[in-house]
């Protein structure tokens, strides 16, 4: 089993940064990928971006290519989303979550564990 724990989330002004971070825990020592997703209200859980375990290769949903990025540090066991240049469309519970596998995947069905969701608020 693997445990995830998110942080970061807050209220920010439109134009402004978050940094989330994802602590894991457990059974970490295999090579799988990992991801960001997120959900706002009365809407479907949606791909944010992903990493490989080696960080050499990144993917971003077209909605946040520009404006954040993806990394992971697997000595400390955590992985960090910085948000830059945010909109209010921004807003939404951030997800962070591991696969059991090494292939980066975008849908939430390919994701085995889960955190419990960190808050992102952005005001216009």
């Known amino acids: 089993q693997v445990q995830l724990v998110e942080s970061g989330g807050g209220l920010v002004q439109a134009g402004g940064s978050l940094r989330l971070s994802c602590a894991a825990s457990?059974?970490?020592?295999?090579?799988?990928?990992m991801g960001w997703f997120r959900q706002a209200p009365g809407k479907e859980r949606e791909f944010v971006a992903a990493?490989?375990?080696?960080?050499?290769?990144?993917n971003y949903a077209d909605f946040v290519k520009g404006r954040f990025a993806i990394s992971r540090d697997n000595a400390n066991n955590t992985m960090v989303l910085q948000m830059n240049n945010l909109k209010p469309e921004d807003t939404a519970v951030y997800y962070c979550a591991r696969r059991r596998g090494v292939q980066l995947r975008t849908g939430a069905e390919e994701y085995a564990y889960w955190g419990q969701g960190t808050q992102v608020t952005v005001s216009s």
């Open positions: 457990g059974r970490t020592g295999s090579v799988d990928a």
């Open positions: 990493i490989t375990y080696s960080g050499g290769t990144r």
